[in-house]
């Protein structure tokens, strides 16, 4: 598939483990990001349920979002890949997503076309 020119910015989407929102934050910021959006989440994953005395335990997420130029989207993903050990299994993903629509930003609206 070709890539689109005209994209200027790309969402960085990062799940990890609830407490690491902050790590992933501070190591958006240390490669260049101005700031991040943070959801909470609850995972449903291939691995079975850990239980408590019989009660389920739902692994609780955070969801990380970072809305960046994209020429920055490498150093970014290195970095947070690096401080938040998303190498390491279990500990979290982080996948980037291209943003063709932008609104509420600096630079208005704007449309840069279908992907």
């Known amino acids: 598939m070709a890539e689109n020119k005209n994209i200027i910015y ?3 989407v990062t799940i990890v483990n609830r ?8 190591a958006a910021r ?5 700031g991040s959006t943070v959801l909470y989440a609850r995972g449903s994953g ?3 349920d850990k239980t408590f005395i019989g ?3 739902q692994p609780e ?3 990380v979002l970072t809305l960046i130029k994209k020429e920055f989207v490498k150093d970014v993903i ?4 690096d401080k938040a050990g998303l190498t390491e299994e279990g500990r979290g993903i982080s996948f980037v997503m291209p943003v063709t629509r ?4 600096p630079g208005g609206d704007q449309d840069f076309g279908q992907v």
């Open 10 to 12: 790309s969402l960085i």
């Open 19 to 26: 407490g690491y929102a902050d790590v992933v934050i501070t």
């Open 30 to 34: 240390e490669a260049g990001a101005r």
């Open 46 to 48: 291939i691995r079975a």
């Open 55 to 57: 009660i389920t335990i």
């Open 61 to 63: 997420k955070e969801v």
């Open 78 to 81: 290195n970095v947070i890949t």
């Open 102 to 105: 932008t609104a509420g930003i």
